[in-house]
Nanobody, 120 residues
């Protein structure tokens, strides 16, 4: 079994910062890409940022320059530093990971989600 456990969400005022963490654990051989997605009420889920095992990153246009994704491969953990938060960043944020299970099979896993609320 593999688990992705997220932490770091909460309530913050506009202009503030939050840091999300997502730790993968279990029967993992290796982790390829990791990323963050968000789902706001009445909207489709959108990709926020992704990072490959080599550290290449990709961001949604709406968060470029404000959010930074990083990872610690030794800890199987991905982070999302969110600065200059706006009310439109309010959503449930989900961690995602493409990994190779210890059985050799490729899987895609999701975390349980963490709520981020930005007040105006």
């Amino acid at each position: 079994q593999v688990q992705l456990v997220e932490s770091g969400g909460g309530l913050v005022q506009a202009g503030g910062s939050l840091r999300l963490s997502c730790a993968a654990s279990g029967s993992i051989y290796s982790i390829n890409a990791m990323g963050w997605y968000r789902h706001a009420p009445g909207k489709q889920r959108e990709k926020v940022a992704t990072i490959t095992s080599s550290g290449s990153t990709n961001y949604a246009d709406s968060v470029k320059g404000r959010f930074t994704i990083s990872r610690d491969n030794a800890k199987n953990t991905v982070y999302l530093q969110m600065n200059s938060l706006k009310p439109e960043d309010t959503a449930v944020y989900y961690c995602n990971s493409n990994l190779i299970h210890s059985s050799g099979a490729y899987y895609n896993y999701w975390g349980q989600g963490t709520q981020v609320t930005v007040s105006s």
